[in-house]
C-alpha cells in the first residue's frame, strides 16, 4: 500500500513539475547577468532603443533585447506580466498613466536614491520627469527614467496651405490670410475650407478610436486649450469636466470631426497617417513619434510639401497639448542581480553623449541639454515644433484606477463626437458623475 | 527498473499511470480555475492590486444586476437583440441554401464548397477585413447599396448600424453552417414521404409545412443551440470591427467582460459576470434541448 501511495506521489510531483515547468527555475544558481530584456511597445522607437541597446552590448557584453508587443495587446501582456509576478521582462517603457499603478501596486522599483544620488533627475527637462517618472505627483519619488518623450502635434499640407489661389479664396472667404494656424478656430477654418468630398479632399484627421485611450488622447488638446483640466485641485470633477467651457470643447472638437476624411471613425496614430498619406486630409493630429513616416518618400508620396506645428491656442488664451511618451522602469519581480543590471544600463543610458545619440538615431530624448541644443532642433523639420510642445503638456490621470476613469471618457466622448448620441452636455455629465463614483469607490475623494 | 520491479506493477497501477496524469491536469487546468472563478466571485479583488481577496459575499452579483449605472443590463440587451437578429437571419438564409442547394445539378458541389468557405476563416481576419469593406473611402459595401457612396453611411461608427454591420457580417459567415446541417437534414428525408403527398395531390407548401420542416427541425434546433451560444460569447467579431462602440452601443456581455478583467481589472466582478454568462447559456442550452427532445417524439 505504501509503495503504491509512494508511486502516485512521486507522479504526482512528477507531473506538477513537468506542468508548472518548476524543475529548472528553482535550481538555477545565482548568475552573472548577460542579457536585458526591456518591454515596449511595437513601434519605430522601439527599434531605435534596440540600436542604442546593441552598443551597449558593444561596450559591456551584455545584450539588450528590446521585446515589442503591438499597442492593442501592450497593456494585456503588461498587465498578465504583473499579476503573475512574472520576470520575462527586466524593464518596462511604460505609458505615463501607469506609473501610479506601478507604483503603489508594487510593479515598479522605486527609483528615486538612483536618481537622485547619480544626478540623473536633473538631467531632463522638470515636465517629462514630473509626468513619465514622478508618483504621487509633486512627491519627489522617481519610478521612471524619462525615456521617450512625446506629444500630440500636427502635419499639414505646405502645397495646399501656400497655393496662391487657395490663399486668396480663403482670405476672401474667413477675411484673413490662410496660414499655419495659431488659434483651434484658425485650424477649425482651415479644415472647413478644404472639405472637398467631390474632389476627394479633406480637412483635418483627428483622434476617434474607442480603444484604450485614442479619443481621449485627442479630445484633450481642444479640452486643455479651453482651459478644462480632468479635475480640480482636490481632485473633484463634478462641474469640471462637465463644466459650460468643456461643453464648448467638445462640441468643437465634434464639428472639426464633420471635416474628417470619411473612414476615420475609428482613427488612432495609424489612421490619421493613412489618411494623410493618401492625400486625403490637408490637416492631421499626430505623436511627433509616428512623423517619421510623413517624411519618408517611400511611404508618404506627399513628404516633400509636409510640413509640422505645434498644437494651437484656445480661445481662452489657454495652449496645451496632449503628453505621449513613455518612461523606463525596473521591474519589481526580478532578482537584485538583474535590478543592478537594469540600474546600471539607465546610468549608462542617462549620459548625455549617449542621449544624444539616442536623438540621432530618431529617439525623442528628454535629456534637457540635448533637447536644447542646435543640432537636435535641426535634425528633423518637426524637432522645433516638438521642442515647444513639450513646455506647454498636459496629461490624463496616473492614478493607479487611471483606466476606470479613462473608460467613461472614452466611451461619452466617443459615443458623442463619432455615433451621434445625445449632446455634448449629456455625454459629459455622464461621464463626470461616472468618474465621481469611480474616484469615491476608490477613496480617492468623499462622497 | 529491473525485471523484479516491472514485475510487480499491476495492470490497475499501469491503469493509473494513465489516467493521473490527464486527471492532475485537468484538475490544475480546469477545476480548479473553475471553483477558484467562483470564489473569487463573492470577492472584492483585482489580480495585479497586490492584495488578498476580500469576501464581499453577494456584492458583486448584486451590483451587476441591480445597479443601473453599472449598464450590465445594456450589454445584455445588446446581446440579446445580436442574438436574436443574427440567429433568426442565419436560420432563415441557411434553411434558404439548403432548400436551394438540396437539388443535385451540375457545379452544386462547387458552389456548396465556395458558400462554405466563410465559416472556415479566423473570425479575426474576417473582421479585419469587412472593416476595411464597410470603409466609406476604401470598401465596396457602400458603392453596393447607395447611388452616391460618398455620401453613405459610416457603418460602423453609426448607432443605429454598428450593431447592424457586426450581424451582417456573423450572418455571411455562420449562414453556411446552418445551411450544411439543414442539408444533411433534407437530405434524410425518405422519397417515400413526398411520394405520398404527391399522390394525395398535397401543394408544395402543404409538403413543406408537413413534411419537410418537421423532419429538419431537430437539425435546425440544434443549429439554433450552436448559434445562440456562440452569439452570447460574441467578442472578436465584435472587437475586430467596432469595439463595442460607437460609446458603448455593440458593446456585448462578452466585451464587457474583458474591459472589466482585462482592461480595469476588476477580478472579482468580472468572475460573477462569466458566472451569470455561464448560467443564462446553460439555461438556454436546456431550454433548446428539452424543445429538441420534444421535436424528435413529435
Same mark, same amino acid.
Given at each position: ?91 518596462v ?142 481632485n ?39 489618411a ?21 518618400v ?42 543592478q ?60 484606477i ?7 471618457a ?21 461621464m ?10 476608490a ?5 | ?12 497501477t ?7 496524469? &490527464? @486527471? =492532475? *491536469?485537468?484538475i490544475? #487546468? ?7 472563478s ?5 470577492? !472584492? ?67 456548396? &464548397? @465556395? =458558400? *462554405?468557405?466563410?465559416? #472556415? ?13 464597410? !470603409? ?64 394525395d ?63 480595469k ?19 438556454i ?10 421535436a424528435?417524439?413529435?
Amino acid at each position: 500500500m505504501m509503495k503504491k501511495t509512494g508511486s502516485f506521489l512521486l507522479l504526482a510531483v512528477l507531473v506538477l513539475s513537468l506542468a508548472l515547468g518548476v524543475g529548472g527555475a528553482t535550481a538555477a544558481p545565482k548568475a552573472q547577468v548577460t542579457e536585458l530584456k526591456i518591454f515596449w511597445a511595437q513601434w519605430p522607437p522601439a527599434d531605435y532603443l534596440q540600436e542604442i541597446g546593441n552598443r551597449y552590448e558593444a561596450e559591456t557584453g551584455i545584450k539588450v533585447t528590446v521585446i515589442q508587443e503591438p499597442w492593442g495587446t501592450f497593456l494585456d501582456r503588461m498587465t498578465a506580466e504583473w499579476a503573475a509576478k512574472g520576470d520575462a521582462y527586466d524593464m518596462v517603457v511604460g505609458d505615463s498613466q501607469w506609473l501610479g499603478q506601478g507604483a503603489e501596486q508594487g510593479h515598479y522599483m522605486e527609483l528615486t536614491d538612483f536618481m537622485v544620488e547619480n544626478g540623473i533627475h536633473e538631467t531632463v527637462t522638470p515636465a517629462t520627469l514630473q509626468f513619465y517618472g514622478e508618483y504621487p505627483p509633486g512627491s519627489g519619488r522617481y519610478w521612471a527614467y524619462p525615456t521617450e518623450g512625446d506629444a500630440v502635434g500636427w502635419a499639414y499640407r505646405k502645397d495646399r496651405l501656400e497655393d496662391p489661389e487657395e490663399m486668396a479664396a480663403f482670405e476672401a472667404k474667413y477675411g484673413y490670410p490662410l496660414a499655419v494656424p495659431k488659434t483651434w478656430m484658425e485650424l477649425r477654418d482651415i479644415a472647413e475650407f478644404f472639405y472637398r468630398p467631390d474632389e476627394n479632399v479633406y480637412g483635418a484627421a483627428i483622434y476617434t478610436q474607442k480603444d484604450y485611450d485614442g479619443m481621449i488622447m485627442g479630445y484633450e488638446n481642444v479640452m486643455f486649450s479651453w482651459g478644462v483640466n480632468w479635475q480640480d485641485e482636490n481632485n473633484q470633477v463634478l462641474g469640471i469636466v462637465n463644466s459650460e467651457r468643456a461643453v464648448e470643447a467638445l462640441e468643437f472638437y465634434k464639428e472639426l470631426y464633420q471635416f474628417a476624411p470619411p473612414g476615420t471613425d475609428n482613427a488612432f496614430f495609424t489612421e490619421v497617417n493613412s489618411a494623410f498619406i493618401n492625400g486625403q486630409a490637408t490637416l492631421v493630429m499626430n505623436y511627433f513619434a509616428f512623423f517619421p513616416d510623413m517624411l519618408d518618400v517611400g511611404k508618404n508620396p506627399y513628404a516633400q510639401v509636409t510640413d509640422f506645428f505645434a498644437g494651437p491656442a484656445g480661445p481662452y488664451g489657454d495652449r496645451y497639448v496632449a503628453l505621449g511618451g513613455q518612461g523606463l522602469s525596473v521591474l519589481n519581480y526580478i532578482s537584485d542581480e538583474r535590478k543592478q543590471a537594469s540600474l546600471d544600463f539607465i546610468k549608462w543610458f542617462a549620459q548625455e553623449d549617449i542621449q544624444r545619440q539616442w536623438a540621432e538615431v530618431g529617439g525623442y530624448t528628454c535629456n534637457i541639454a540635448v533637447l536644447e541644443s542646435e543640432a537636435f532642433l535641426n535634425h528633423t523639420p518637426y524637432n522645433p515644433a516638438f521642442a515647444e510642445s513639450m513646455t506647454f503638456v498636459k496629461d490624463f490621470w496616473n492614478i493607479p484606477i487611471y483606466n476606470d476613469l479613462l473608460e467613461p471618457a472614452q466611451r461619452y466622448i466617443n459615443g458623442y463626437v463619432v455615433g451621434n448620441v445625445g449632446t455634448a452636455k449629456e455625454a459629459l455629465d455622464g461621464m463626470a458623475v461616472e468618474q465621481h463614483e469611480v474616484l469615491v469607490e476608490a477613496g480617492v475623494i468623499d462622497g | 527498473m529491473t525485471q523484479h520491479g516491472r514485475r510487480q506493477m499491476s495492470d490497475k497501477t499501469i491503469a493509473h499511470f494513465f489516467i493521473w496524469p &490527464t @486527471l =492532475i *491536469l485537468l484538475i490544475v #487546468m480546469n477545476i480548479f480555475p473553475l471553483f477558484y472563478s467562483l470564489y473569487l466571485s463573492f470577492n !472584492d479583488y483585482s489580480v495585479i492590486a497586490n492584495e488578498p481577496p476580500q469576501w464581499v459575499a453577494l456584492d458583486n452579483y448584486e451590483k451587476i444586476l441591480t445597479t443601473e449605472r453599472s449598464r450590465y443590463w445594456h450589454n445584455f440587451t445588446v446581446t440579446g437583440r445580436y442574438a436574436a437578429l443574427s440567429v433568426g437571419l442565419q436560420i432563415v438564409i441557411g434553411f434558404g441554401l439548403a432548400m436551394l442547394l438540396r437539388e443535385k445539378f451540375r457545379g452544386s458541389g462547387l458552389i456548396t &464548397t @465556395l =458558400i *462554405l468557405i466563410p465559416m #472556415m476563416l479566423s473570425p479575426v481576419v474576417v473582421g479585419l477585413f469587412w472593416k476595411l469593406i464597410f !470603409d466609406p473611402s476604401k470598401g465596396f459595401f457602400n458603392y453596393l447599396i447607395y447611388l452616391n457612396p460618398r455620401g453613405g453611411d459610416q457603418w460602423l461608427s453609426d448607432a443605429t448600424l454598428g450593431l447592424w454591420a457586426i450581424v451582417i457580417v456573423d450572418v455571411w459567415m455562420w449562414s453556411p453552417f446552418v445551411m450544411l446541417l439543414c442539408l444533411s437534414g433534407l437530405g434524410a428525408i425518405p422519397n417515400y414521404l413526398y411520394e405520398a403527398a404527391a399522390i394525395d395531390r398535397a401543394s408544395a407548401w402543404f409538403q413543406f409545412r408537413r413534411i419537410t420542416l418537421p423532419q429538419v427541425m431537430p437539425l435546425l434546433l440544434i443549429a439554433v443551440l450552436f448559434r445562440t451560444i456562440e452569439a452570447f460569447k460574441a467578442f472578436d467579431l465584435v472587437m475586430g470591427l467596432t469595439g463595442g462602440g460607437p460609446g458603448d452601443r455593440t458593446e456585448t456581455v462578452a466585451v464587457r467582460l474583458y474591459s472589466e478583467a482585462f482592461l480595469k481589472t476588476r477580478t472579482g466582478e468580472s468572475s460573477a459576470l462569466a458566472y451569470i454568462v455561464l448560467i443564462i447559456i446553460i439555461s438556454i442550452s436546456n431550454l433548446y434541448i428539452r424543445a429538441l427532445n420534444r421535436a424528435r417524439e413529435g
